[in-house]
């Protein structure tokens, strides 16, 4: 059962209950800190405060305050901003790297059609010349008959 109020379904991201309430998905998971604070950075992303983080979590304010102070310590990072700021950017340079990518990706398809297409081309004027000879030479034939 969701303990809070508002969850209606799991984020894809934390696996948690935000309800209807969650903003943009920011899709990072910092190595170097725990799953519990990965958690609080990304419910923090998504806008909450310290007592909806709390709620959600089923765990006090007080808790939550100390997890930051601890991600805080961790990232160098001295306010929630700061935090929330670094994992949006970190966030958003991801989806940029994998957009290039693809890109990338379609660029190469494209290439390999173009060549295709080419090849096509050239067969298929290669099949015209040779279907033109040969009407010229039943042409002849038929003519010398």
Not at 96 to 113: A, C, G, K, V
Request: proline fraction near 3%; include cysteine; aromatic fraction near 4%.
């Amino acid at each position: 059962m969701p303990r809070s109020k508002y969850a209606i379904h799991k984020c894809p991201i934390c696996k948690h209950p935000h309800g209807g309430r969650c903003g943009p998905q920011i899709e990072v998971y910092d190595s170097e800190l725990g799953y519990r604070e990965n958690q609080l950075i990304h419910l923090l992303c998504e806008g909450y405060t310290n007592q909806a983080i709390g709620d959600d979590l089923g765990i006090h304010i007080e808790t939550v305050k100390r997890t930051f102070q601890t991600i805080f310590d961790k990232c160098g990072l001295d306010n929630r901003l700061k935090v929330a700021l670094r994992y949006v950017r970190l966030a958003s340079d991801k989806k940029i790297l994998q957009l290039e990518t693809e890109l990338q990706q379609e660029r190469e398809i494209n290439l390999r059609l173009k060549c295709l297409l080419e090849r096509e081309t050239k067969v298929s004027n290669s099949l015209l010349k040779t279907n033109k000879k040969i009407i010229k030479c039943e042409t002849k034939e038929l003519r010398r008959q």
